[in-house]
């Protein structure tokens, strides 16, 4: 039974200069990258396959199972893009981890890319984050000056480039095609899938995308071992994971621990709620995924428990809310941000947020019907599954979990005409001034 | 023993019910069509791209064909049919329909009640559909929705207008111009519902496909400056017909309002164009409702012409003939493949000449004898040859601007190079053109005139794959390039490569059919084959003329030299012709001239006798396109005021027997003229060899000295002029829409960078016809190329600057 | 007002960093904006040129990402995350309080006035900081654990002049110099600043104190029980929503 927590994406962001080409050799870096070089590309892709590792974008897709999709008989180059566009709200797990350690993230792109036989790699970041792009860029760099890229890497005759790519600001990109098209230079809209990227994505060529997390445990794998890796997590959920606690606890920040973990632990570690105050809902994986209660305290987070309670581990954004916070006004915002963000390309998502704001500004207000729920909840069928892509997916996880859960929270902004919660009471300095 | 079905590509799968088979790879959306279930669709177009836009075709699919469903409905228009899948479509599950209702009523929310002003409005795919799989009530405005607005209509180009609120952005718009067009000139800008169809602020959507953009809108969003608010159309009646304006034989669609034509549409002909036109064609009507349109006959009364009725017209016309002397007929390019066989039987019938000529630009002997060796009753190449050819070789001839269709169809085939079936293009041009970028095409960089020697070359280039998978274009202004024309003939005889003609009107290969040249009979029958000339003479019961004929430019100077009295003239441009100065010297000097025009022109009003010809919507036809094909075509309208070329000649002819000279024609009327031709049919002799003295035309003193299409300069220049006609040009049959014409391309002169350092950024060219001051622009020519358009200032390059392939001088333009 | 040479140049080495020029495009209207304070027609118009697409292709992208300005931006951008974990947190009073104090509406910029830097505000979506919430952006470097009172003295020290630090990075350069380093022409402050902040570290903090660890590494024993086809993968994948996955399977098979 493993430890409560496991450190090992997170295990050198104390470190001195951690960010460092020095500091990250220092404890072994790039280690991993001789280890892998010895093996065939294929024994590398069977090693992640073996580990049980799923995509910590949110979807969990099997990443070694990903990279077999490549057809290696393809003539074309292959190309591994990395998903650094971390913008699903209540997830801050990736731009932590690239700022204190992108060595970790650069190591993991060689090895994945020669796993895949990619000679060519993207990281793209979004723009957003200024430092984050400064600390990738150095650290590719300073790759690039110790041999670990370019030319005849390692003397193992394998090659690569890396290219740090900065977005500009486009939460959809964080969709694989998505991001694509925004490397390609274009708006960043979804593509139509078949042909899916492993068969045909960057410049028609077979390419992997896969997120941050992802490729920075796969350096762990490789020099552990996948067996190492699968005897933390759950059955089906194996390894470790960053969960990142936000909001009304006393000390949010991130918690690397095996998956499977329940909140309840992790609210422990993180001092309880704040003084006084109750879980009232939380999301398990960013705001796309439905809303949970204190009722699902102790469900194991990891990808099947989450599902069998009607919501998704997603990147384990674990935004906290308690007892001060009006579900309504919270659901509103976050509908504000998917119409803000949908990519306008298919019609449910980009009118269908449109009208829920309307819809859901003018419940928050008071105004409106109880009837307007079950508009409400009927455009959200009309949405949930139509659209292009999970965008708008994810926009009405918030709307029909919410009415699920605090139906009475809505009726009474209608039967009291107006929202019934004071905002300042759910600030980070609440209690601190001085109330009237 | 029964025999084993072949394995075919075919996909049984159900829908609603019905199982059925179709091809692999067909789209869910189509193979309901087959079973009678139309899925509302907006943003799916058969010749775009699926993209999955709009999602309204939503369906249920119970079984992927693998025994599991999808959990949610599917698009049908993105997802292809696979073998025992089981589909439901709005026809039988609720599901399907729910969904299809949900999304329309998305795409109704933040549309507006426009539709009694709209111009979609009865014809609008998103009303029909809103009608037949759409809520009857508005959830959206009556809890007081607020919708989407924006400023109304805003020029994306002078033609076309943009109302972004009736906008359900589909984008079949910006895919047609990505995608087929080539013009990304209109793009989604913005974002989330924000997002709109949009230009850059400095560079309006003027591409010459912008129209089809307007037609396939499923919604109002698109409209024309032209077609705005005019009509309705449930008070349209729409006559199928054949674009006017090239060589194409576009199918369009003509929709009319009590005797006005109101607007003119793509038809949809797979084998021809597709569903697409140029804007040429779909704007390119009003020509014949200018105010001078000629309504009445004229005949010319002391100096002045005075109106006549059409006998005396045809009196005075068949009088003045007869005591011309020698008679030429001058036909044009524009006329139908009936009326050219009525001026080719006139000319041998009633005027017993064989100086006839079609071709009313620069042209050579060369070209005739190609013409009857090469072109006349050959159908060797067609659209669809151009997609299936490894390589598509153009000579003397620019597509996007000539020829759009063939643009259109070489994109598209050429298109396909990134899923390794591409046809490769490959252009023999004194520089690349935009419009070969967009063919993807390499050029072979060729001075004018250097285009014999450049064809020449071309089998020697292993890289170019000419072989007998290959297919080489001619443009009709390889006439003016001694010997192009045979090495274009040389290089397929010698690759097997497949050869064909492409010129610029609509009339010209039916006047090639037709016998409108001086070495031609009608059916391809050569004048200096005595069997031809028999199996022609016996059906219309006279001797042909032996003496083969002159060529246009053999007529003009025979005009001027007094060896040819009379003249017959259709719809000739004097502007258009190897030398305007000389032609209009030449109509001066005739005695007796017969017009048979649409509108007032310099031939009119030199003309002793006018007749108004009738324009082609007021008369049934038939266009022979560049690939050989039939066009027919009826009239929409009748008009008493004017009458088809045939009918006019068939007058004429009528009172030169009165008089006793020639034969009446035997026809008066079109079908009548068809069945005759018909009757005669192709000439199943020896055809004409390139090159044989029997397709020499008739020696002329003064054909020579005319140059006959070669250079007509001695001006000490240093420049070679190369030029053509852009599509939207200053050409007569595009007057009439102010707005069309602003669509097109400022006319500039095109120079080499080192050339262009020299004298630009405006140069003057001086030829032996004038000067002319144009903007420049530098390009990859010869150093000592300049290209400018053929018709797009002045009276045009031929009467203003020089002839093709001459030598001009050029200085550094006065600022202007 | 064209472009200089030298950054025509710059444009051009960035299209050339990629297999295929056009990608170079959201890095290029980057630089676009560190010259021209926003983006211009003739940055558009350069792009284009450069990139061999229309001007309305490279419109159709500056206006897509939120991040490219088309109305000139301040000296500093500053972003105040009002998404909801943010301003439940204090987000949303931190950016009226902003607009009061600077007398700017949303995506709005200070007038210039003599001695003072400009500064354009603007609510920003999540920035993938929640653990820091609230939070605001200073030219896109973090300033972590935000009230309304040190939002005040943060665009009170920006439009001084004064030196501001992020709090978890290096000191604040200018918008246009910001944009560059996104351009991929880095400057020399990524040594600056801690690896992590405060609440990055506190799970390792807590790790630490209790000795918990990942498990040492042995020789592999029994393998993960990982999905054996792409069936069983394509259960187990969080698919309910991205129908993806079960295509894929169908594509491939």
Same mark, same amino acid.
């Given at each position: 039974?493993?430890?409560?927590?496991?450190?090992?994406?997170?295990?050198?962001?104390?470190?001195?200069?951690?960010?460092?080409?020095?500091?990250?050799?220092?404890?072994?870096?790039?280690?991993?990258?001789?280890?892998?070089?010895?093996?065939?590309?294929?024994?590398?892709?069977?090693?992640?396959? $073996?580990?049980?590792?799923?995509?910590?974008?949110?979807?969990?897709?099997?990443?070694?199972?990903?990279?077999?999709? *490549?057809?290696?008989?393809?003539?074309?180059?292959?190309?591994?893009?990395?998903?650094?566009?971390?913008?699903?709200?209540?997830?801050?797990?990736?731009?932590?981890?690239?700022?204190?350690?992108?060595?970790?993230?650069?190591?993991?792109? *060689?090895?994945?890319?020669?796993?895949?036989?990619?000679?060519?790699?993207?990281?793209?970041?979004?723009?957003?984050?200024?430092?984050?792009?400064?600390?990738?860029?150095?650290?590719?760099?300073?790759?690039?000056?110790?041999?670990?890229?370019?030319?005849?890497?390692?003397?193992?005759?394998?090659?690569?480039?890396?290219?740090?790519?900065?977005?500009?600001?486009?939460?959809?990109?964080?969709?694989?095609?998505?991001?694509?098209?925004?490397?390609?230079?274009?708006?960043?809209?979804?593509?139509?899938?078949?042909?899916?990227?492993?068969?045909?994505?960057?410049?028609?060529?077979?390419?992997?995308?896969?997120?941050?997390?992802?490729?920075?445990?796969?350096?762990?794998?490789?020099?552990?071992?996948?067996?190492?890796?699968?005897?933390?997590?759950? $059955?089906?959920?194996?390894?470790?994971?960053?969960?990142?606690?936000?909001?009304?606890?006393?000390?949010?920040?991130?918690?690397?621990?095996?998956?499977?973990?329940?909140?309840?632990?992790?609210?422990?570690?993180?001092?309880?709620?704040?003084?006084?105050? $109750?879980?009232?809902?939380?999301?398990?994986?960013?705001?796309?995924?439905?809303?949970?209660?204190?009722?699902?305290?102790?469900?194991?987070?990891?990808?099947?428990?989450?599902?069998?309670?009607?919501?998704?581990?997603?990147?384990?954004?674990?935004?906290?809310?308690?007892?001060?916070?009006?579900?309504?006004?919270?659901?509103?915002?976050?509908?504000?941000?998917?119409?803000?963000?949908?990519?306008?390309?298919?019609?449910?998502?980009?009118?269908?947020?449109?009208?829920?704001? %309307?819809?859901?500004?003018?419940?928050?207000?008071?105004?409106?019907?109880?009837?307007?729920?079950?508009?409400?909840?009927? %455009?959200?069928?009309?949405?949930?599954?139509?659209?292009?892509?999970?965008?708008?997916?994810?926009?009405?996880?918030?709307?029909?979990?919410?009415?699920?859960?605090?139906?009475?929270?809505?009726?009474?902004?209608?039967?009291?005409?107006?929202?019934?919660?004071?905002?300042?009471?759910?600030?980070?300095?609440?209690?601190?001034?001085?109330?009237? | 023993?029964?025999?084993?079905?072949?394995?075919?590509?075919?996909?049984?799968?159900?829908?609603?019910?019905?199982?059925?088979?179709?091809?692999?790879?067909?789209?869910?959306?189509?193979?309901?069509?087959?079973?009678?279930?139309?899925?509302?669709?907006?943003?799916?177009?058969?010749?775009?791209?699926?993209?999955?836009?709009?999602?309204?075709?939503?369906?249920?699919?119970?079984?992927?064909?693998?025994?599991?469903?999808?959990?949610?409905?599917?698009? =049908?228009?993105?997802?292809?049919?696979?073998?025992?899948?089981?589909?439901?479509?709005?026809?039988?599950?609720?599901?399907?329909?729910?969904?299809?209702?949900?999304?329309?009523?998305?795409?109704?929310?933040?549309?507006?009640?426009?539709?009694?002003?709209?111009?979609?409005?009865?014809?609008?795919?998103?009303?029909?559909?809103?009608?037949?799989?759409?809520?009857?009530?508005?959830?959206?405005?009556?809890?007081?929705?607020?919708?989407?607005?924006?400023?109304?209509?805003?020029n994306i180009s002078a033609q076309v207008l943009?109302?972004?609120?009736?906008?359900?952005?589909?984008?079949?718009?910006?895919?047609?111009?990505?995608?087929?067009?080539?013009?990304?000139?209109?793009?989604?800008?913005?974002?989330?519902?924000?997002?709109?169809?949009?230009?850059?602020?400095?560079?309006p959507f003027e591409?010459y496909?912008s129209g089809?953009?307007i037609?396939?809108?499923?919604?109002?969003?698109?409209t024309s400056a032209d077609y705005r608010f005019r009509?309705?159309?449930?008070? /349209?009646?729409?006559?199928?017909?054949?674009?006017?304006?090239?060589?194409?034989?576009?199918?369009?669609?003509?929709?009319?309002?009590?005797?006005?034509v109101?607007r003119r549409?793509?038809?949809?002909?797979?084998?021809?164009?597709?569903?697409?036109?140029?804007d040429k064609?779909r704007f390119g009507f009003h020509y014949a409702t200018e105010p001078d349109?000629?309504?009445?006959?004229?005949?010319?009364?002391?100096?002045?012409?005075?109106?006549?009725?059409?006998?005396?017209?045809?009196?005075?016309?068949?009088?003045?003939?007869?005591?011309?002397?020698?008679?030429?007929? /001058?036909?044009?390019?524009?006329?139908?493949?009936?009326?050219?066989?009525?001026?080719?039987?006139?000319?041998?019938?009633?005027?017993?000449?064989?100086?006839?000529?079609?071709?009313?630009?620069?042209?050579?002997?060369?070209?005739?004898?190609? /013409?009857?060796?090469?072109?006349?009753?050959?159908?060797?190449?067609?659209?669809?040859?151009?997609?299936?050819?490894?390589?598509?070789?153009?000579?003397?001839?620019?597509?996007?601007?000539?020829?759009?269709?063939?643009?259109?169809?070489?994109?598209?085939?050429?298109?396909?190079?990134?899923?390794?079936?591409?046809?490769?293009?490959?252009?023999?041009?004194?520089?690349?053109?935009?419009?070969?970028?967009?063919?993807?095409?390499?050029?072979?960089?060729?001075?004018?005139?250097?285009?014999?020697?450049?064809?020449?070359?071309?089998?020697?280039?292993?890289?170019?794959?000419?072989?007998?998978?290959?297919?080489?274009?001619?443009?009709?202004?390889?006439?003016?390039?001694?010997?192009? /024309?045979?090495?274009?003939?040389?290089?397929?005889?010698?690759?097997?490569?497949?050869?064909?003609?492409?010129?610029?009107?609509?009339?010209?290969?039916?006047?090639?059919?037709?016998?409108?040249?001086?070495?031609?009979?009608?059916?391809?029958?050569?004048?200096?084959?005595?069997?031809?000339?028999?199996?022609?003479?016996?059906?219309?019961?006279?001797?042909?003329?032996?003496?083969?004929?002159?060529?246009?430019?053999?007529?003009?100077?025979?005009?001027?030299?007094?060896?040819?009295?009379?003249?017959?003239?259709?719809?000739?441009?004097?502007?258009?012709?190897?030398?305007?100065?000389?032609?209009?010297?030449?109509?001066?000097?005739?005695?007796?001239?017969?017009?048979?025009?649409?509108r007032?022109?310099?031939?009119?009003?030199?003309?002793?006798?006018?007749?108004?010809?009738?324009?082609?919507?007021?008369?049934?036809?038939?266009?022979?396109?560049?690939?050989?094909?039939?066009?027919?075509?009826?009239?929409?309208? =009748?008009?008493?005021?004017?009458?088809?070329?045939?009918?006019?000649?068939?007058?004429?002819?009528?009172?030169?027997?009165?008089?006793?000279?020639?034969?009446?024609?035997?026809?008066?009327?079109?079908?009548?003229?068809?069945?005759?031709?018909?009757?005669?049919?192709?000439?199943?002799?020896?055809?004409?060899?390139?090159?044989? =003295?029997?397709?020499?035309?008739?020696?002329?003193?003064?054909?020579?000295?005319?140059?006959?299409?070669?250079?007509?300069?001695?001006?000490?220049?240093?420049?070679?002029?190369?030029?053509?006609?852009l599509m939207i040009d200053n050409g007569s049959l595009q007057d009439g829409d102010k707005a069309y014409r602003a669509t097109g391309r400022a006319p500039?002169?095109?120079?080499?960078?080192?050339?262009?350092?020299?004298?630009?950024?405006?140069?003057?060219?001086?030829?032996?016809?004038?000067?002319?001051?144009?903007?420049?622009?530098?390009?990859?020519?010869?150093?000592?190329?300049?290209?400018?358009?053929?018709n797009s200032f002045?009276?045009?390059?031929?009467?203003?600057?020089?002839?093709?392939?001459?030598?001009?001088?050029?200085?550094?333009?006065?600022?202007? | 007002?064209?472009?200089?040479?030298?950054?025509?140049?710059?444009?051009?080495?960035?299209?050339?960093?990629?297999?295929?020029?056009?990608?170079?495009?959201?890095?290029?209207?980057?630089?676009?904006?560190?010259?021209?304070?926003?983006?211009?027609?003739?940055?558009?118009?350069?792009?284009?040129?450069?990139?061999?697409?229309?001007?309305?292709?490279?419109?159709?992208?500056?206006?897509?990402?939120?991040?490219?300005?088309?109305?000139?931006?301040?000296?500093?951008?500053?972003?105040?995350?009002?998404?909801?974990?943010?301003?439940?947190?204090?987000?949303?009073?931190?950016?009226?309080?902003?607009?009061?104090?600077?007398?700017?509406?949303?995506?709005?910029?200070?007038?210039?006035?003599?001695?003072?830097?400009?500064?354009?505000?603007?609510?920003?979506?999540?920035?993938?900081?929640?653990?820091?919430?609230?939070?605001?952006?200073?030219?896109?470097?973090?300033?972590?654990?935000?009230?309304?009172?040190?939002?005040?003295?943060?665009?009170?020290?920006?439009?001084?002049?004064?030196?501001?630090?992020?709090?978890?990075?290096?000191?604040?350069?200018?918008?246009?110099?910001?944009?560059?380093?996104?351009?991929?022409?880095?400057?020399?402050?990524?040594?600056?600043?801690?690896?992590?902040?405060?609440?990055?570290?506190?799970?390792?903090?807590?790790?630490?104190?209790?000795?918990?660890?990942?498990?040492?590494?042995?020789?592999?024993?029994?393998?993960?029980?990982?999905?054996?086809?792409?069936?069983?993968?394509?259960?187990?994948?969080?698919?309910?929503?991205?129908?993806?996955?079960?295509?894929?399977?169908?594509?491939?098979?």
């Amino acid at each position: 039974m493993p430890d409560t927590l496991t450190p090992v994406l997170t295990d050198n962001w104390g470190d001195d200069r951690a960010w460092t080409l020095a500091a990250y050799t220092e404890r072994g870096g790039y280690g991993a990258l001789d280890k892998a070089f010895a093996m065939d590309p294929a024994a590398v892709i069977e090693t992640v396959k $073996e580990s049980g590792l799923r995509g910590r974008g949110g979807a969990g897709f099997p990443t070694g199972m990903k990279w077999g999709f *490549i057809p290696q008989d393809n003539p074309r180059p292959k190309y591994l893009v990395v998903n650094a566009d971390e913008s699903e709200p209540g997830t801050c797990k990736d731009i932590p981890l690239m700022m204190a350690s992108p060595h970790t993230l650069v190591e993991g792109v *060689i090895i994945s890319s020669y796993a895949i036989r990619a000679n060519k790699a993207f990281i793209y970041i979004r723009g957003e984050v200024l430092h984050v792009v400064r600390r990738v860029q150095r650290a590719v760099q300073e790759a690039y000056l110790a041999g670990h890229l370019g030319k005849d890497i390692h003397g193992s005759g394998y090659d690569l480039d890396v290219v740090v790519h900065a977005g500009a600001g486009a939460y959809i990109c964080g969709e694989e095609t998505a991001l694509l098209e925004g490397l390609e230079g274009r708006r960043g809209q979804p593509r139509l899938r078949p042909p899916f990227p492993a068969v045909a994505g960057l410049y028609a060529s077979p390419t992997v995308i896969n997120n941050v997390e992802s490729i920075a445990s796969v350096p762990s794998i490789v020099a552990n071992g996948h067996g190492w890796f699968a005897s933390m997590g759950t $059955e089906k959920s194996k390894g470790f994971g960053i969960f990142s606690l936000s909001g009304h606890v006393r000390r949010p920040g991130q918690y690397e621990a095996p998956l499977g973990i329940t909140l309840r632990t992790l609210i422990d570690l993180a001092g309880g709620m704040r003084e006084g105050h $109750e879980l009232k809902f939380w999301t398990p994986g960013g705001s796309s995924t439905p809303l949970l209660t204190a009722e699902h305290l102790d469900i194991p987070l990891d990808f099947e428990g989450v599902g069998a309670a009607g919501s998704m581990l997603g990147t384990r954004a674990l935004q906290i809310f308690d007892d001060t916070t009006c579900v309504v006004r919270a659901t509103l915002r976050w509908t504000e941000f998917y119409k803000h963000e949908s990519c306008g390309k298919c019609t449910p998502c980009r009118e269908g947020t449109w009208w829920l704001v %309307q819809v859901l500004s003018a419940l928050e207000k008071g105004q409106g019907s109880e009837s307007d729920l079950d508009l409400l909840l009927d %455009q959200c069928d009309n949405i949930l599954g139509r659209s292009f892509c999970a965008l708008a997916d994810g926009a009405v996880s918030p709307i029909t979990s919410s009415i699920q859960y605090f139906r009475d929270e809505y009726v009474a902004h209608l039967t009291e005409g107006g929202c019934p919660f004071d905002p300042a009471r759910s600030t980070a300095w609440a209690g601190q001034e001085v109330l009237a | 023993m029964t025999t084993v079905p072949e394995k075919t590509d075919l996909v049984t799968l159900t829908i609603d019910g019905v199982q059925l088979s179709v091809p692999k790879d067909t789209l869910v959306i189509r193979a309901a069509e087959q079973v009678g279930v139309q899925v509302p669709r907006f943003c799916d177009h058969p010749l775009l791209a699926p993209v999955g836009a709009c999602r309204q075709c939503l369906v249920d699919v119970p079984d992927a064909g693998n025994g599991r469903g999808f959990p949610k409905p599917q698009a =049908s228009c993105t997802l292809p049919v696979a073998e025992g899948m089981v589909v439901n479509t709005q026809a039988t599950s609720p599901v399907a329909d729910k969904a299809q209702q949900g999304i329309m009523e998305f795409l109704l929310i933040n549309h507006p009640l426009d539709c009694p002003v709209c111009d979609k409005g009865g014809e609008c795919p998103l009303q029909n559909q809103a009608m037949s799989n759409g809520r009857a009530d508005s959830r959206f405005s009556a809890r007081g929705g607020v919708k989407r607005t924006y400023p109304k209509p805003i020029n994306i180009s002078a033609q076309v207008l943009l109302d972004r609120e009736r906008c359900v952005l589909c984008a079949r718009c910006t895919r047609f111009s990505e995608q087929i067009a080539g013009d990304p000139f209109i793009a989604l800008v913005e974002r989330g519902a924000l997002q709109q169809v949009g230009i850059y602020e400095r560079e309006p959507f003027e591409s010459y496909f912008s129209g089809n953009t307007i037609q396939i809108c499923p919604v109002g969003a698109l409209t024309s400056a032209d077609y705005r608010f005019r009509s309705r159309p449930f008070d /349209l009646v729409s006559t199928p017909s054949v674009a006017e304006h090239d060589a194409c034989g576009s199918a369009i669609r003509i929709d009319h309002r009590r005797g006005k034509v109101m607007r003119r549409l793509a038809g949809n002909d797979p084998e021809v164009n597709e569903e697409w036109i140029t804007d040429k064609d779909r704007f390119g009507f009003h020509y014949a409702t200018e105010p001078d349109r000629l309504t009445y006959p004229q005949i010319r009364e002391d100096g002045e012409l005075r109106p006549a009725s059409w006998p005396e017209a045809f009196a005075v016309a068949a009088r003045g003939l007869s005591e011309a002397g020698g008679t030429g007929v /001058l036909t044009g390019g524009r006329v139908t493949a009936e009326d050219a066989y009525a001026y080719s039987k006139f000319a041998r019938v009633a005027l017993g000449t064989n100086d006839i000529d079609f071709r009313s630009r620069p042209h050579s002997a060369e070209e005739a004898a190609f /013409l009857a060796a090469e072109v006349v009753l050959r159908r060797t190449v067609t659209y669809a040859d151009l997609e299936s050819a490894s390589t598509v070789v153009l000579a003397g001839l620019e597509p996007e601007d000539e020829a759009g269709m063939i643009f259109l169809r070489l994109r598209k085939a050429a298109g396909r190079a990134g899923s390794g079936g591409g046809t490769r293009v490959v252009s023999i041009a004194p520089y690349a053109s935009r419009g070969l970028a967009k063919m993807h095409g390499q050029l072979v960089r060729t001075a004018p005139g250097d285009e014999a020697a450049a064809l020449a070359a071309l089998v020697a280039q292993g890289e170019f794959g000419i072989d007998k998978t290959a297919v080489i274009l001619v443009g009709e202004r390889l006439a003016t390039v001694p010997g192009a /024309l045979s090495a274009a003939a040389g290089l397929a005889a010698r690759t097997g490569a497949r050869l064909a003609w492409v010129p610029r009107r609509a009339g010209d290969r039916g006047a090639v059919e037709a016998g409108c040249l001086p070495n031609l009979l009608p059916g391809g029958r050569p004048v200096a084959d005595a069997g031809a000339r028999v199996d022609v003479g016996a059906d219309w019961g006279v001797d042909v003329p032996e003496t083969p004929g002159r060529d246009a430019d053999g007529i003009i100077a025979a005009l001027g030299s007094g060896e040819l009295g009379g003249v017959v003239v259709g719809g000739v441009d004097p502007d258009d012709t190897t030398d305007p100065a000389a032609t209009r010297a030449a109509l001066e000097a005739a005695s007796f001239v017969v017009a048979l025009e649409l509108r007032e022109t310099d031939v009119t009003r030199a003309a002793d006798v006018v007749f108004p010809v009738a324009p082609v919507s007021d008369k049934a036809g038939t266009f022979v396109t560049w690939e050989g094909r039939p066009r027919p075509f009826e009239a929409v309208f =009748s008009s008493p005021s004017s009458l088809p070329d045939l009918r006019i000649l068939a007058g004429i002819a009528e009172e030169l027997s009165a008089l006793g000279v020639g034969r009446p024609l035997g026809f008066r009327t079109v079908a009548e003229a068809r069945a005759e031709m018909e009757e005669m049919g192709p000439w199943d002799g020896e055809r004409a060899v390139l090159g044989g =003295s029997e397709t020499a035309l008739r020696p002329s003193s003064t054909t020579e000295e005319a140059g006959a299409g070669a250079p007509s300069s001695t001006t000490e220049g240093h420049f070679a002029l190369a030029t053509w006609k852009l599509m939207i040009d200053n050409g007569s049959l595009q007057d009439g829409d102010k707005a069309y014409r602003a669509t097109g391309r400022a006319p500039v002169a095109r120079l080499s960078p080192t050339a262009y350092d020299a004298h630009g950024p405006t140069v003057t060219l001086t030829g032996d016809r004038g000067s002319v001051t144009l903007p420049a622009e530098p390009a990859e020519l010869d150093d000592d190329v300049v290209w400018v358009p053929a018709n797009s200032f002045g009276n045009g390059v031929l009467a203003d600057l020089a002839s093709p392939g001459s030598r001009v001088t050029i200085a550094k333009g006065a600022d202007q | 007002m064209t472009l200089s040479e030298e950054t025509l140049v710059e444009l051009k080495e960035i299209a050339a960093r990629y297999p295929e020029p056009r990608s170079g495009l959201l890095p290029m209207l980057h630089l676009v904006q560190s010259v021209e304070g926003r983006i211009t027609p003739e940055g558009i118009e350069a792009c284009a040129e450069i990139l061999g697409i229309t001007a309305a292709d490279v419109s159709g992208v500056a206006t897509f990402y939120t991040m490219y300005k088309r109305r000139p931006v301040g000296d500093y951008h500053v972003g105040v995350c009002t998404n909801t974990l943010c301003a439940v947190m204090g987000g949303d009073a931190i950016f009226e309080r902003l607009q009061d104090h600077l007398g700017v509406g949303n995506d709005e910029t200070t007038d210039d006035a003599p001695g003072l830097r400009s500064i354009t505000l603007e609510h920003v979506e999540c920035n993938a900081a929640c653990d820091y919430a609230p939070v605001m952006m200073a030219n896109w470097e973090f300033m972590d654990n935000m009230t309304p009172e040190s939002a005040v003295q943060l665009v009170d020290d920006l439009r001084a002049g004064n030196e501001v630090r992020s709090t978890r990075g290096p000191r604040i350069v200018t918008w246009r110099e910001a944009e560059r380093v996104l351009a991929g022409f880095p400057d020399d402050l990524a040594d600056d600043g801690p690896a992590a902040g405060p609440a990055s570290l506190v799970g390792l903090g807590i790790a630490r104190e209790r000795g918990w660890t990942a498990p040492h590494p042995e020789t592999d024993s029994g393998s993960g029980r990982t999905a054996d086809t792409k069936q069983e993968a394509v259960e187990q994948a969080d698919t309910a929503r991205a129908e993806t996955e079960t295509k894929q399977e169908d594509s491939d098979a």
